[in-house]
């Protein structure tokens, strides 16, 4: 994982601070990962100030961001061998343009629906927390 120096002026936005926990940093995007032990979840932020949509990146931020959501969509389908990852950037909660990447297995939790909004997030315990994100830091470095 590289150390991407972060935007002047970009601020995570409270509700991702408290729903993830960070994993670390790409070349554009921070990668966190969703305090839900029921679903291997990680969502990149790319760290530019003021951005709500994909389309409002300029065109070289558009394709390092697909690069690094391909790359992560791969990192958890080696460590997880999930049925299918599913990506999706909706932000109605959370202008902040972030993506979703999620590993999931059929008769998961929310299977066959969306992840978001489906029962009530179970958390990490510590030693979970820091296997999972050891390990998909590893995967993403």
């Known amino acids: 994982m590289t150390g991407g120096a972060e935007e002047a002026g970009f601020v ?8 993830t926990r960070a994993i670390g940093r790409l070349g554009l995007s921070r990668a966190l990962l969703m305090n839900d032990a029921r679903f291997p979840w990680v969502i990149l932020v790319p760290e530019r100030p003021g951005i709500t949509e994909i389309h409002h990146l300029p065109a070289d931020d558009q394709a390092v961001l697909m690069t690094e959501i391909a790359r992560t969509g791969a990192a958890l ?12 950037a909706l932000g109605n909660l959370v202008p902040q343009l972030h993506v979703h990447v999620v590993a999931r297995r059929s008769g998961d939790a929310a299977w066959p629906g969306p992840v978001w909004g489906c029962g009530v997030p179970e958390p990490y315990d510590p030693r979970g927390l820091a296997q999972s994100l050891a390990r998909i830091g590893a995967a993403l470095a």
């Open 12 to 19: 995570l936005h409270p509700r991702l601070e408290a729903d």
């Open 77 to 88: 389908e080696e460590l997880y061998a999930p049925d299918k990852i599913n990506v999706g």
